[in-house]
């Protein structure tokens, strides 16, 4: 049976998420409301702008039952926005602090080629606004960086990314996602 993987839809680009998640082969749901979150095996928050999901997660008091699914250890996968929406000063799931808009507002979008420690060629990143890590606790992977500042990184089954995998074509960090979802819905 295909796992099932829940994307946050209250607001930015959630629509390109679900389409490659499809196109890999999992079931998705939009998740807006807290009956979303049910049964789901993975969850995906997307890019978008992280003080219009901060209030669109309160207004449908989602907080708390993300925060619940989350540490049953479900596969997460964050980009931009949603590595904001993890970080201590946002949802608490990650051990991570996020500089938001951190390679300056006037830079609105770049892309880059960053070598991933498990991936043989360089994933090429589309950065638009992005946020960097700005502090990580211990617990805490960096996977990649740019000019130092780590722009990936992954704590147990929480991995986030700065940039916008789902825009560049780039789909192997959504297949190791969905290899890990898989995974854990044999394991139970
Ligand atoms: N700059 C946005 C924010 O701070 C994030 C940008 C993005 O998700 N592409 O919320």
Do not use: Y
């Amino acid at each position: 049976m295909a796992p099932l993987v829940g994307v946050l839809a209250l607001q930015g680009g959630f629509d390109a998420h679900l389409k490659m998640l499809r196109e890999l082969g999992a079931d998705v749901r939009e998740v807006r409301v807290p009956a979303d979150l049910e049964g789901l095996d993975g969850l995906v928050l997307p890019g978008g702008e992280s003080t219009t999901m901060t209030l669109g997660i309160a207004r449908e008091g989602l907080a708390e039952p993300l925060g619940e699914i989350v540490r049953t250890g479900i596969p997460v996968l964050g980009t931009c926005a949603g590595l904001i929406m993890l970080d201590r000063d946002h949802l608490g799931l990650m051990d991570i602090v996020a500089k938001r808009n951190a390679f300056g507002r006037q830079i609105r979008s770049f892309e880059a080629d960053l070598d991933f420690p498990d991936l043989d060629a360089p994933v090429h990143a589309v950065f638009i606004r992005a946020p960097w890590i700005e502090e990580h606790g211990p617990g805490v992977e960096v996977l990649a960086s740019v000019d130092g500042h780590p722009v990936a990184a992954r704590e147990g089954a929480i991995t986030v990314v700065a940039f916008h995998p789902e825009l560049s074509g780039e789909r192997r960090l959504h297949e190791r996602f969905l290899d890990r979802v898989r995974t854990r819905v044999a394991s139970r």
